[in-house]
């Protein structure tokens, strides 16, 4: 007599092995091979992410937060024959981070700010260092100086790259202030700032004193007119204030602002003598 025996049963995995960061997913397939019952149940070891069952096999999925490297071992195991079994070995890397410290920092002419850079999720520190636009000068130690020379508010990002992954980078911003700043409009300066102190004067701008000098060359003084004692008109560009010193004495100062660029503030300054009589000497003029 001949005996048949059945054949044995066998099971397989696949992949044979994959490497996952966080939160990323690894289709399993499970072959069972020597009967027709090809079910399997799953098993981790140890117990880190999540593993659901699929028609023929199982999806993996790592969990969001890896500190460390580590192993872990998936087995499934024939439901025809519990004693066959396949397992692979998955590894788990943790995702790269890259941060800065100071995530930003306020720079005026020539000053300079150290960023700080922290790594994680890998050994390996290193990062490089880049700037966008190219404006002030990054070292390698993370060490951002600002221009000699600002000559107007714009922002500048540092990128530190990771060596170990460079699709991780970590993001700073360098905010470069010019010293000298000021706004006009058509008709007046209405803002003057230097160093981050204000020189500007909302009140408005005046003559502080008008020499007179009549024919008989005797000299008249009128000093330290306040705005209050003037007649101000607006024109089309400029101040123009009109001052009377209750002895006939009259004189019209127009200022003209403008700016040839971003740091050079004008005032043209036009004074004329509106007496009949006596001329005018001299004048001294405070902004």
Sequence with gaps: ATLTL??????????ATATLAPSQAQTLKATVTGTTNSGVTWALNPSVGVISTTIGGAVYTAPGVINAAQ?????????????????IILTLIPSVVVALSPPSADLTDGQA???????TGTTDQDVTWSIDPAIGSMAADGTYTAPAEITDDQTVTVTATSAADQTKRGVGRVNLHADLQFSITANSLTSLTYKGQS???????????AVFRSPSGVETTIGWLSPSSAVR????????HVYNSGQNHQFTVKLVWSRSDSRTLKVDSYVTNNDPTDSLARINLAF
Excluded: C, H, W
């Design 6 to 15: 059945p054949p044995a049963i066998g099971i397989s995995l696949t992949p």
């Design 199 to 209: 020189y500007y004067n909302p009140v408005g701008y005046l003559a502080e004193g």
């Design 71 to 87: 192993t872990i071992t998936i087995r499934a195991t024939s439901m025809a024959d519990p004693t066959k079994f396949a397992a």
């Design 113 to 119: 700010e150290k960023f700080n850079v922290s790594v």
């Design 233 to 240: 008109t607006v024109g089309l560009n400029f101040f123009q």
